[in-house]
């Protein structure tokens, strides 16, 4: 795989904006919202998602710089992959009427829109090279699962739950259920998606390998190129120079 600094410094940017937003929120609400707390903040799905995301990025753009993609890396792109995927249609659902403590406008977006978008974008340029199969991809959901769990068991003990399905005091059990369903079928079908979406690899041009084409076109090589040579060229009296 040929360097691809472009490719690099978008990741770059990007992890960067993630992370100036995840932690600027941070800090604007343990120093300006009364009760916030940092165990709270970082039990958002949103907020562990980018996280997940930003390093992604900035891993797969450190990668990208030095011409390589390992194949754990394919693998860590299509979980961020879902997962944002997951925050920022989920989001635009269910949730962007409802407070999730992101008080700052421009963090809002940059969670909840921007890197989702960004991410999805990231992974269609630069599809793995190896197809990813759907049970491979089943793999990504044992976080979402491990999230509802985790959000389940520590809410009676926080007296708090990071989302309103997520709270059965609103609605009871039942309600939490069939909305985790809801989403986790929903969820299945992101990873089933972007496993699918490996099978394009042909068709899609991978960033490098297009570089890498546009280069040997310039040099003339190639498998049209005409050598002179061969069982078919004229090498008698009568050829033609």
Known sequence: MTANKGLALFRTWFALLGFVAVLFQFLYLMQNVPGASA???FSY???????IAFVTLGIAAWFAWKGASPRWL???RGAATVYMTITGITYSLLLSDVDVNTPLPWVNVVLH????TIIVIDWLVDLPKTRISIRTSLLWLAFPLAYLVYSLIRGPFADWYPYPFLDPRLGGYG????????IAVAAFAFAVIAALSTRL???VPHPATAAAGTRVAGTGQGPDRITGTGPGTATGP???S
């Open 113 to 116: 829109y921007t890197v989702p």
């Open 201 to 203: 690899q042909n068709l």
């Open 238 to 240: 009568g050829s033609v």
């Open 175 to 182: 309600t939490v259920a069939v909305m985790s369903v809801l």
């Open 74 to 76: 394919e693998l860590l």
């Open 39 to 41: 165990g709270n903040y």
């Open 45 to 51: 799905f949103t907020i562990e998602s980018n996280i």
